[in-house]
């Protein structure tokens, strides 16, 4: 391909992958993995490099893409659309990097590798990935397999040792982004085989570094997601021939959605997902052809076997043989990097294109551009789905109506941004309904009823909650922070205690159990209290407020007077008169 023309590509896809994510720019954040990523992230809010570099999130693993939303929140604080350009531009940047990477493994300057990029920038399976702020660790993840590789491969040519470190490197950044890169010294071998490189002991050996390093990935990716205490996730439940069954399944599924992405929907309910026939039969027709394709040549150079090969090893981790994770078993973010064998497979066909009659070749491409085209008015308006909470979870519902997290965050919704507590509470009804064993459901039920004044009735339903799972903290805290506010200090007293034995560093539980001391009569406990939380969190304004006001109650203005400047200065709402008031007092003193 001339340069010029491969220039023009290059642009055009920039033009049209950006173009498709851009309605999602205006989008915000939502109730769901942004909070813990963002919202609810110490470290990241307060840039704290080394506890961000020993932080899990959530059971993964992903400092860099933590350290990616630290350096935004240091720049521009919580504004969504820094984070939302950030995402559309990773998104460009892998979908070059595809063409780029497939024209090297290839050795392939035809339009194939161009193909195959449009295909991945625009299809409505990425949306998720590129659209939510929280995602941010697929493409960051893609982004460093696909350098890798081609630093891989510049070392499979040359045999220089700084290629071979630049790959090392590069995969060390991949598997720090998302825990999903540890099958690339896989695909590597693949690579090898493509290229008739010899020697396949010395390949594995070689590659030594790379497998230890995938090796200790996987270790902390199925140690860190292990099932929480006290919630019973289905896919831990499973037998292996069960798991195999439903790895088989996902597969079906996600080639089926590749080819006909309808139905798509930001959360797949395990107990209510089935796997069409049309998909199982789509799935069949495909892996078929790629098999037939496959064994046509058994040396190498076979580019349908690398496509095949690669496609079945990078999507193998997320097909739940091995269990990790929650109750979430489909999900569209797992098709993001593994579809760029699955779409290389489909445009194969195509590489003869220029040979065909004219007729023929005119209507192919005809075909090829109005694929393209539905694909991008799909996935610019799928993007509209992450605006906000509001419309994620409708979206789910419309396809799940009884999926119990979807009615869950949605009255979470209502209750916390629209102040819509009925509404909550007829959304959380729901979801105990469609299940009644998850304590979330019944905890959030609480906290609808509470605000509507049914206290009896809200802590029925934080009871229920708390059998069904005690060592949940946020849910420990919420509870006696409501024993507190129904004047019950003692009761209150005994969750903050049992917060704090379930996470020691979580400075609010030591605020309000301070709070709950002092309503006891317990002003020594109390102030302890109030120190820990501090220590725990400098900048907690409302326990330096607290601590403040016990000191002042005390008479003591020396310790009280720079506790309350030290509030204000955070901005919390303090009493001014009382300030001069205590300035006076220890000036005179």
């Known amino acids: 391909m001339p340069r010029r023309r491969e220039a023009l590509g290059f642009l055009a896809l920039t033009v049209l992958t950006f173009a498709v994510t851009s309605s999602g720019l205006g989008n915000g954040f939502l109730n769901w993995d942004d909070i813990f990523l963002l919202h609810m992230n110490l470290p990241v809010r307060s840039f704290d490099i080394p506890a961000i570099l020993g932080q899990k999130t959530l059971g993964i693993y992903h400092p860099v893409t933590l350290l990616s939303v630290a350096v935004e929140h240091r720049f521009f604080g919580l504004d969504p659309r820094v984070y939302h350009l950030t995402n559309s531009v990773l998104h460009v940047l892998a979908t070059l990097l595809v063409a780029v990477f497939l024209r090297s493994a290839l050795r392939d300057a035809s339009f194939v590798p161009f193909a195959v990029a449009a295909l991945f920038g625009v299809h409505p399976l990425h949306v998720e990935s590129a659209a939510w702020v929280a995602e941010r660790k697929d493409l960051l993840s893609t982004v460093f397999i696909l350098l890798t590789l081609l630093a891989y491969l510049r070392y499979a040519d040359s045999g220089r040792r700084r290629d071979f470190a630049s790959a090392l490197g590069l995969f060390t950044l991949a598997l720090l982004s998302k825990p999903m890169a540890v099958t690339i010294p896989v695909l590597m071998l693949a690579l090898d085989h493509w290229r008739g490189r010899k020697a396949p002991l010395r390949l594995v050996l070689e590659k030594l570094p790379f497998f230890a390093l ?127 064998g699955l779409l290389l497979l489909l445009v194969l066909p195509l590489r003869s294109l220029a040979t065909w009659p004219a007729p023929r070749r005119r209507v192919a491409i005809a075909l090829g551009s109005v694929i393209v085209a539905v694909l991008s008015i799909q996935s610019f308006e799928r993007a509209r789905v992450w605006r906000d909470s509001e419309t994620f979870w409708n979206d789910v519902l419309a396809k799940y109506p009884d999926t119990a997290i979807a009615l869950s965050q949605l009255g979470r919704f209502r209750l916390d941004e629209r102040n819509d507590a009925a509404g909550a509470a007829a959304l959380f009804e729901r979801a105990v309904r469609a299940r009644p064993e998850w304590s979330l459901a019944h905890f959030n039920l609480g906290l609808a009823r509470a605000r509507l004044g049914e206290a009896e009735d809200a802590a029925a339903s934080f009871r229920r909650a708390l059998e069904r799972n005690a060592y949940h903290p946020e849910m420990r805290f919420a509870v006696g922070s409501f024993h507190l506010a129904q004047g019950n200090p003692r009761d209150a007293a005994e969750h903050f205690e049992a917060t704090l034995v379930l996470a020691p560093r979580m400075a609010a539980a030591e605020h309000h159990l301070g709070l709950a001391q002092l309503a006891l009569g317990d002003t020594a406990a109390a102030k302890r209290s109030l120190e820990r939380a501090i220590a725990l969190e400098p900048e907690h304004a409302p326990a330096i407020v607290s601590l403040a006001d016990v000191h002042y109650e005390g008479g003591n203005a020396v310790e009280a007077l720079p506790l309350y400047e030290r509030a204000a200065a955070l901005g919390a709402s303090v009493d001014r008169a009382r300030i001069d008031q205590l300035r006076a007092e220890v000036a005179d003193f």
Not at 232 to 237: G, N, Q
Not at 238 to 248: A, D, H, K, P
Not at 271 to 294: H, K, M, P
Request: a positive charge.
């Open 214 to 340: 995938a090796g200790v990935a996987s270790w902390i990716s199925l140690t860190t997601q292990a099932p929480a205490l006290g919630e019973a996730y289905v896919v831990y439940e499973f037998s292996i021939l069960q798991r195999i069954g439903l790895g088989t399944s996902a597969l079906a599924f996600y080639i089926a959605k590749t080819i006909l992405p309808l139905g798509l929907s930001a959360y797949y309910d395990i107990d209510l997902v089935r796997v069409a026939f049309y998909q199982w039969a789509t799935a069949g027709f495909v892996l078929s052809l790629g098999v037939i394709a496959s064994l046509r040549n058994p040396g190498k150079g076979n580019d349908a076997r690398l496509a095949m090969l690669f496609f079945l090893v990078s999507i193998a981790p997320v097909l739940k043989v091995v269990p990790f994770g929650g109750n979430s078993i489909f999900n569209d973010r797992y098709m993001y990097f593994p579809s760029v």
